[in-house]
């Protein structure tokens, strides 16, 4: 499915955040209480990056990405990653032709809107690296031609945490293309009561429709809110903020590796979203505070002792944003 670009200059920057706000609303029809993983798909979508979703089984992660796709009007395809799972089976491969005598290139799901990698990290790192090209530069290339993949087009990727059985680790390269990530946590109490709840009235996860998702938005308001959080402004203070949080990951006596010059731009990128999303046009430092632990915590590294004390890369990044000067 696709949609001619010229559609967006029809959509004001106002109307692109009421349908990114009622695409919240629609994705909270079907999950309960996982607003702060919603706020980070909408933030992923403005900044055309990547969000990879980690938590343990049962906890909506697939149906939270189920539920964005139902209430964009954008093609969605979905891949469960199994230990089996070859690159071809992602990004396509050269099939020949009996009636031709030639091979022709068969697409595979990668090329598609939004993919939902389902349980990236129960597929060997070769299987998923198939992902790095598509995800970098938007293109899959088979055989030495180049094919350019759909816009938008976003990658949202499941996980178990990676002491559960049957998980292999992710590349660090491949972490490292993932704008977020965000942790699904289990529910509160009365969160979950909400759930049993809705479940009781008959709410059927495998029927989004009949929940009453609908779409919302689509290619026209993605494009007009990008140019909006691309007019968002960035003093020379905040931008020099973001680097000294980085840096100061670089230096941390808790990490054998910091965070890259790509994931301050990355950090940049999600505050000034945040930013345009609370409506304002230029970012703050709680702008930055905000997205700090999901763009930065998988571009870190735990030095082993650190890990075996118990410590976490989202409290060596909270102490880090308590020590680095503000500024006003």
């Not at 919603?38 to 049962?58: D, F, K, N, S, Y």
């Not at 699904?184 to 009781?200: C, F, N």
């Not at 691309?230 to 965070?259: F, H, M, N, Q, W």
């Not at 230029?282 to 702008?287: C, L, R, S």
Request: hydrophobic residues 45%; charged residues 20%.
């Amino acid at each position: 499915m696709t949609y001619p670009a010229t559609e967006s200059t029809a959509v004001t920057a106002d109307s692109a955040r009421a349908s990114l706000e009622a695409l919240r609303t629609e994705i909270g029809k079907a999950v309960v209480g996982q607003d702060s993983a919603v706020t980070g798909l909408v933030v992923a979508l403005l900044c055309r990056g990547h969000v990879l979703l980690e938590g343990v089984p049962g906890v909506a992660k697939t149906l939270l990405v189920r539920a964005l796709a139902a209430s964009l009007e954008l093609d969605t395809k979905r891949v469960q990653f199994t230990p089996d799972l070859m690159p071809s089976d992602v990004t396509g491969s050269l099939v020949y032709d009996a009636r031709t005598a030639e091979f022709s290139f068969q697409d595979g799901p990668v090329f598609t809107n939004l993919l939902l990698a389902d349980e990236i990290n129960r597929t060997p790192p070769k299987t998923q690296s198939s992902l790095l090209e598509a995800m970098e530069e938007r293109q899959v290339t088979v055989d030495g031609t180049p094919r350019a993949l759909p816009d938008p087009f976003l990658v949202a990727a499941t996980m178990n945490p990676v002491e559960y059985e049957g998980t292999y680790p992710l590349p660090e390269a491949q972490l490292d293309r993932f704008l977020l990530k965000l942790t699904v946590p289990l529910p509160s109490r009365e969160d979950e009561i909400g759930v049993l709840t809705r479940h009781a009235a008959g709410f059927n996860p495998r029927d989004l429709h009949a929940a009453g998702i609908r779409p919302v938005a689509g290619p026209a308001q993605l494009e007009a809110a990008r140019r909006a959080v691309a007019k968002v402004s960035v003093s020379p203070e905040i931008a020099g903020y973001v680097v000294d949080i980085c840096r100061a990951t670089r230096e941390s006596p808790s990490l054998t590796l910091g965070v890259s010059p790509r994931g301050a731009t990355a950090l940049l990128a999600t505050a000034r979203a945040w930013a345009w999303l609370t409506g304002r046009d230029y970012v703050t430092p709680d702008d930055v505070k905000a997205l700090s632990l999901p763009t930065l915590r998988h571009r870190v590294q735990l030095r082993p002792e650190a890990e075996m004390e118990g410590v976490t890369a989202d409290a060596v990044i909270t102490a880090i944003l308590s020590h680095v000067p503000v500024p006003r």
